[in-house]
């Protein structure tokens, strides 16, 4: 999986991937392109490259923020290097974008060099350079000059002679000859500069991996992600776990994002709560997480361990599917099917559902539930399950949101600050106690009274004949 793919399923990924500080052109293309890493040796590799670009920010901020101009200059050059690797004859332009290309690198190999560091592996920049530049002037602008060949430089000698003496027809002669010998140093170039085609695109791969690197340790540092502990089994353990996207929105109104807890294994965890509890951020934030990680990202929480899976399922409402014609539950029940053939093919999946069942009757819609959860128990997978359904008889690991806090809850509240008064954090569920906060939600929003009383008679009603 590319990650351009995965910001298409991942609403807060994408927004963290397009938060990015990237200066050089084709810093996206390359970032988009980015594989899914499922060896845990490979991602601490990239977390540790990530590591070192922070300290390196912090001990030579003028010096970075050199490196970042030249790179917001490098022009994307990928259809010339095409040409380079095919072997067509370069034009002026190209020649010129390829010198230009290739100041901006040497100087960056000589801020990293003077700052004794190695956060990338440049190559010798000598030969190229006298492909590109023959006379050593270092200056950003390219011409066919009489130092690339003595035949060229006696033509053009030869011109201005016949031009100084008045002679319009030798003139016009030697100055055809002159475009033709060009033409001919061109090719010379295009020949030497394919035999350099691969220093050329490492250089090219190179600047734009430390782009992204040095990107990604700004948005970091700027938005508090940590870098987690890894490990290929055991316990997914976060503290202070927080979804940027959300995070955002609330904090332009004036609200306050509450992180969370949360730890889970390779058996399935059934998670309760009202309506708008916050188990949908929930599951799209632990997705974010570990889509993050694997793509070799720091992720949103104060502390995390986290374990290497095959691949993260989601299966939290497709409008897409419901607009193809599936109604919402066989959309539904297509993506269930869909994670649970991925696991029966021996991946190792993170599975995330919300709210399975939802649109059925009760009565087939617990037994659904059930049904999910002994089979995720079965087939001992990771996955967190969000449900109205509750009760004893689930034999997994329960957590139910808190909900709404012991303060007094004031006469104005509104759908606008409810958020106020609601205790994300997650708290493990014995079944012996559901609070009804469905019905005290529905009052708050200004559900009529009447309405509001007689749900709440057939609520204590069931109560009673359940005790």
Do not use: W
């Given at each position: 999986m590319q990650l351009k793919s995965a910001i298409e399923e991942l609403e807060s990924l994408r927004f963290v991937i397009e938060a990015l500080p990237l200066q050089s052109a084709p810093s996206r293309h390359y970032l988009m392109a980015l594989h899914w890493i499922s060896e845990e040796k490979a991602i601490k590799r990239e977390l540790a490259q990530v590591v070192s670009a922070m300290h390196f920010i912090e001990a030579n901020e003028p010096l970075t923020a050199n490196i970042r101009i030249n790179l917001a200059q490098i022009r994307d050059i990928r259809g010339t290097l095409r040409n380079i690797k095919t072997g067509s004859t370069p034009d002026d332009i190209e020649l010129f974008e390829l010198k230009h290309f290739w100041l901006l690198a040497d100087g960056i190999k000589r801020f990293l060099s003077d700052a004794g560091v190695e956060l990338i592996c440049l190559p010798d920049m000598g030969p190229v350079m006298k492909i590109l530049d023959p006379e050593g002037n270092r200056i950003p602008t390219f011409y066919i000059c009489d130092n690339y060949d003595?035949?060229?430089?006696?033509?053009?000698?030869?011109?201005?002679?016949?031009?100084?003496?008045?002679?319009?027809?030798?003139?016009?002669?030697?100055?055809?000859?002159?475009?033709?010998?060009?033409?001919?140093?061109?090719?010379?170039?295009?020949?030497?500069?394919?035999?350099?085609?691969?220093?050329?695109?490492?250089?090219?791969?190179?600047?734009?991996?430390?782009?992204?690197?040095?990107?990604?340790?700004?948005?970091?540092k700027q938005w508090n992600f940590t870098c987690p502990e890894l490990y290929g089994e055991g316990l997914t353990n976060y503290h202070g776990l927080f979804n940027p996207l959300v995070k955002k929105i609330l904090e332009a109104k004036g609200e306050h994002f509450?992180?969370?807890?949360?730890?889970?294994?390779?058996?399935?965890?059934?998670?309760?709560?009202?309506?708008m509890a916050g188990k949908t951020v929930l599951l799209k934030t632990v997705a974010l997480s570990q889509l993050l990680v694997q793509f070799g990202f720091f992720v949103p929480a104060s502390e995390a361990v986290i374990r290497i899976v095959d691949q993260v399922m989601l299966s939290v409402g497709d409008q897409q599917s419901e607009l193809q014609?599936?109604?919402?539950?066989?959309?539904?029940?297509?993506?269930?099917?869909?994670?649970?053939?991925?696991?029966?093919?021996?991946?190792?999946?993170?599975?995330?559902?919300?709210?399975?069942?939802?649109?059925?009757?009760?009565?087939?819609?617990?037994?659904?539930?059930?049904?999910?959860?002994?089979?995720?128990?079965?087939?001992?997978?990771?996955?967190?399950?969000?449900?109205?359904?509750?009760?004893?008889?689930?034999?997994?690991?329960?957590?139910?949101?808190?909900?709404?806090?012991?303060?007094?809850?004031?006469e104005d509240i509104s759908i606008g600050n409810l958020i106020r008064y609601l205790d994300y954090n997650l708290v493990e569920d014995t079944g012996e106690s559901l609070p009804h906060e469905a019905l005290r939600i529905a009052g708050i929003l200004g559900v009529d009274n009447e309405l509001i009383e007689r749900a709440q008679y057939y609520v204590h009603e069931e109560d009673r004949v359940k005790k």
């Open positions: 003595d035949e060229l430089a006696a033509l053009r000698k030869a011109y201005n002679n016949a031009h100084q003496r008045g002679e319009k027809a030798l003139e016009e002669q030697l100055k055809e000859a002159a475009i033709q010998r060009e033409e001919v140093v061109r090719q010379h170039l295009g020949e030497q500069l394919h035999v350099q085609y691969n220093a050329l695109r490492h250089t090219m791969d190179q600047l734009v991996y430390l782009d992204i690197l040095l990107s990604k340790a700004i948005l970091f509450q992180p969370v807890d949360i730890t889970f294994g390779f058996m399935p965890t059934l998670i309760t709560g009202a309506n014609g599936l109604s919402s539950f066989g959309a539904e029940m297509v993506r269930i099917t869909g994670i649970i053939r991925t696991i029966r093919s021996g991946k190792k999946v993170l599975a995330l559902i919300d709210e399975p069942a939802r649109t059925t009757n009760p009565t087939e819609g617990l037994a659904l539930v059930k049904a999910i959860v002994e089979l995720f128990e079965k087939m001992k997978v990771a996955g967190l399950i969000t449900t109205h359904y509750s009760g004893t008889d689930f034999t997994c690991r329960k957590l139910r949101v808190k909900g709404f806090t012991e303060t007094d809850i004031p």
